[in-house]
């Protein structure tokens, strides 16, 4: 089931595989590498002297491993014309940057075999192609990438099943030189990522209207955490901004006991409110005028959006049919597609889908396994799967301060492709942190590019196969993934096994194509093509290894593991990664045997990746961690792109009360400065300074007792320590060099992401000093090893 990669150590026997999603290839077609590639990558040899990634480091001895600047992705051992037309790593990248030529020689490295994708990221470059003609191969209908080889003017073969295919005619002329019979210098041969608008074959029906349906929680508990103003004010705001065109419909429900629908139908003088309290038989009262062409109807939503916040102020409402308003949410969406949006504050509690709490508080931190992390219905799994038949997405937006069960609800945005916000203890006047972090995401989740009913193919060369996907979408044939709406935002990761060998190839190949519907209405396929070399030595395979990539399969393995086995499992299996890479590298390629704990230089930073999941709100025992914090890190470790998820594995620290423009980058006329990374251990942090701990979601700055004067006058705009507020989210505007300093930096850091990470300003004495010191991973904790004791368990198990 898992061949690849089976985790068999001392300790106990754990080897990964996933159910649900397990499906092997067996129409992939796929060979060889292009003919003309063989002289120049022979000449290669990674022989001749040890490359740097195999430089060896003895873990126990070299403390300071963390370099001091982000880890770039390795690059492949290319010819230089490929490597340059190479995909990015942001988009596509691989856990082997070598890969190896036979399933025996992947087993005996003990590394999983996978690529991570985020195939819809937003780019500042992307070459659009429009043409009548697509080229694809024949056979195994692969598009014509770089990495193709023309025999002559006329004829291509392909990377991937190596089929010899005719050059159609016009794809003789080349419209970026405007020249004719130089059909290697298209746009599709010279770019890795590449866009194409599609022609008519490429649609079953005509491409659908962008279609927007909100459905919003509106009982007792929903008014009081004040989320409904947020809200309307913010759809009020950006309405004009909604990604569509002419055709773009717009809908409204709400629900408590019973679900609201509101007639917006054009020359209404007000919008009507239509209560449907039979939530066992759900019904459409007016199924014409309850989705309506935005640009017609404006005025009318902007109507209700004013008076919605009002509306149910006095509510005593207290019950919750959420199964109820989906269930009419995707009886109004079913003839068009499109995407439903989802605002719940509690445990659904009355008709279809109804859930009873499972959480057990007293449990939190002593359980050794953790109980409820799988859904307690199928419904909303069951539901989400006929969403995605009709081309709905379900996106969730939870907001609570109770248990809310997201291991249950979640399934109805992970089947049907939507995502899911999580924003714990929600409240307007109490949490003005989470408020910005909602206001933030919901304009950028309002405004963002979204592709409709979209697939998503993965190809690879001959003798590969996919065998488990990871993210958020339905599996609808073996290879083909079903992404009803798809989002810059969301990342992809798939596990691959050798099933035939790949002894006379030098190189392999990997293709994405999303074919997607724009919010304008045009058909478009985006493709982006990876190559990579093949090796035949495990030191090959080794020194190609990409360490972060690794550990963000990994951590999705992982979430499997602990779902469908357990957490202790899964934990286990987290552990014998680091072990059994660590021991084949010691048997199969060290050639002169030393005491220590012994990693190719590649690997240094792996058994901290390892240790930073095992104390990762996911995976972490012995810390009160409450089960929907928990479930909503595993959601967002499987569809959260490896940038993004690295961050909330191992978060950045940084000094910042001596900030100086040495080093500093440059970006739109604002001087960014760049701190050295620190290693997360307390032993870093010193009183007299003030540290910024970057975790993805989160930003933690913390002020040492006796910090610099200037730091506190300059940038908080506080006379001393003292006087430093206790609930600061915001660095005051001030006009002072170290201001702009620090704003400017973190501003940057918020700018590299989707999302909106808050900010927490610590004192020694703030309640979330727990927190910032809960991400110092390389200390010890009541329940959890230090970075070196870790060191040593790994020592004594490889040694054995």
């Known amino acids: 089931m898992f061949p690849s990669f089976s985790f068999n150590s001392t300790k106990c026997q754990n080897s990964w595989h996933t159910p649900n999603t397990s499906v092997s290839h067996g129409a992939m077609a796929g060979g060889p590498g292009p003919a003309q590639l063989s002289p120049s990558l022979a000449a290669m040899s990674l022989q001749s002297s040890t490359p740097e990634a195999l430089r060896v480091v003895n873990l126990l001895q070299e403390r300071n491993l963390l370099p001091p600047t982000p880890i770039p992705a390795p690059t492949p051992c290319l010819p230089q014309d490929l490597q340059k037309v190479n995909c990015h790593p942001e988009v596509f990248r691989s856990t082997l940057c070598n890969i190896p030529q036979t399933q025996s020689l992947l087993n005996k490295a003990k ?377 810059p935002d969301a990342g992809f990761a798939v596990q691959m096994s050798i099933d035939e060998n790949l002894d006379d190839m030098q190189v392999v190949s990997f293709q994405a194509a999303l074919l997607y519907t724009s919010s304008k209405g045009e058909r478009r396929i985006r493709v982006h093509t990876l190559c990579l070399p093949v090796v035949n030595s495990l030191s090959d395979i080794f020194a190609g290894a990409d360490v972060q990539a690794i550990t963000g399969l990994l951590a999705c393995m992982a979430v499997d593991r602990s779902v469908t086995s357990s957490l202790g499992d899964a934990r286990d299996a987290l552990t014998n990664a680091a072990i059994d890479s660590l021991t084949s590298y010691r048997q199969n390629v060290l050639t002169i045997q030393q005491p220590g704990l012994l990693s190719p230089a590649c690997l240094r930073l792996f058994p901290l990746f390892v240790l930073a999941l095992l104390k990762q709100k996911s995976f972490r025992t012995g810390t009160s961690t409450r089960l929907d914090d928990r479930v909503f890190s595993m959601c967002q470790l499987k569809y959260q792109p490896l940038a993004y998820s690295m961050l909330m594995i191992h978060p950045s620290l940084y000094r910042v009360d001596d900030l100086t423009d040495e080093g500093a980058l440059n970006i739109n006329e604002r001087t960014i400065p760049q701190p050295r990374l620190l290693q997360l251990s307390v032993e870093k942090l010193s009183r007299e300074g003030a540290f910024l701990m970057d975790a993805g979601t989160v930003i933690y700055l913390w002020i040492g007792q006796n910090c610099n004067p200037i730091f506190l006058t300059q940038v908080l705009g506080v006379p001393n320590y003292a006087a430093v507020p206790e609930n600061l989210n915001l660095l005051p505007d001030l006009d002072t060099a170290e201001s702009q300093r620090t704003r400017a930096f973190i501003g940057w850091l918020r700018d590299q992401r989707p999302f909106f990470p808050s900010l927490h300003i610590i004192r020694d004495e703030s309640q979330r000093k727990a927190s910032f010191m809960q991400n110092m991973i390389e200390d010890r904790t009541e329940s959890a090893l230090s970075y070196y004791e870790f060191l040593l368990h790994l020592q004594q198990q490889i040694s054995k």
Not at 241 to 255: A, E, M, N, Q, W
């Open 111 to 487: 590394m999983p075999l996978g690529l991570l994708l985020h195939p819809f990221k937003d780019l500042s470059q992307l070459p659009v192609v429009t043409s009548s003609t697509i080229v694809r191969c024949r056979s195994c209908r692969t598009y014509i990438n770089p990495f193709v080889s023309f025999l002559d003017q006329r004829r291509w073969k392909c990377n991937l099943c190596n089929r010899v295919n005719d050059v159609p005619e016009e794809f003789m002329y080349n419209p970026v030189s405007r020249s004719y019979g130089e059909p290697h210098k298209r746009p599709e041969v010279q770019n890795a990522t590449i866009e194409f608008i599609a022609p008519s074959e490429y649609m079953l029906r005509p491409p659908q209207p962008a279609v927007y349906l909100f459905i919003l929680d509106v009982s007792h508990n929903a008014v009081e955490t004040g989320y409904l103003n947020v809200f309307c004010q913010s759809l009020l705001d950006n309405i004009t901004s909604l990604p569509g065109d002419s055709r773009t419909k717009i809908g409204f429900i709400t629900f408590d006991s019973t679900i609201h629908f509101y007639n917006l139908q054009e020359g209404l003088s007000q919008p009507q409110m239509l209560i449907v309290s039979d939530i066992e038989d759900i019904f459409l009262p007016t199924p014409d005028s309850l989705l309506v062409n935005l640009n017609e109807c404006k005025e009318l939503v902007q109507d209700l959006l004013k008076s919605l916040p009002t509306l149910f102020q006095k509510t005593m409402e207290t019950q919750s049919a959420l199964g109820s308003a989906l269930q009419a949410g995707f009886k109004l969406l079913s003839p068009t597609g499109g995407r439903m949006t989802v605002f719940q504050t509690q445990l659904p509690n009355l008709g279809a889908g109804a859930l009873q709490s499972r959480e057990d508080p007293n449990q939190r931190a002593s359980a050794k396994d953790i109980q409820h992390l799988s859904p307690a219905t199928d419904f909303y799994k069951t539901l989400a799967l006929d969403c995605s038949g009709q081309q709905v997405a379900v996106d969730l937006f939870m907001l609570s301060a109770q248990y809310c069960d997201l291991a249950s609800l979640g399934c109805i945005s992970r089947f049907s492709a939507g995502s899911v916000y999580h924003y714990p203890s929600y409240h307007h006047q109490h949490n003005p942190a989470q408020v910005e972090c909602f206001q933030k995401d919901l304009k950028r989740y309002l405004t963002r590019k979204i592709g409709f009913e979209a697939v998503m193919r993965i190809r690879c060369s001959k003798g590969l196969s996919i065998h488990t996907f990871h993210g958020n979408f339905f599996v609808r044939s073996t290879d083909l993934l079903s992404l009803p709406n798809v989002n």
